[in-house]
């Protein structure tokens, strides 16, 4: 989906792993939601500020357990 200015603001797809994806982006084409898959086919979250820099992440490490990070930039 794309608003008026033709930014995106909603995808609802399938990543290059072939694994679900959705992403919402802010007005001017910045992402700022990612719920689906890493690189691994493991779930992630991701929750960015308005200018596109993540401020929350949830999401499997590198050992396969849980992971949640807060980031105050």
Do not use: P, W
């Not at 008026?4 to 084409?29: C, L, M, P």
Request: contains cysteine.
């Amino acid at each position: 989906c794309y608003n008026h200015r033709e930014n995106e603001t909603i995808f609802v797809g399938t990543n290059d792993i072939n694994s679900g994806q959705v992403k919402t982006y802010n007005s001017i084409g910045m992402e700022t939601v990612f719920l689906g898959t890493d690189n691994n086919d493991a779930g992630l979250l991701s929750v960015n500020n308005n200018n596109g820099d993540i401020g929350a992440f949830v999401g499997i490490n590198d050992i396969g357990k849980g992971s949640m990070e807060i980031i105050n930039k």
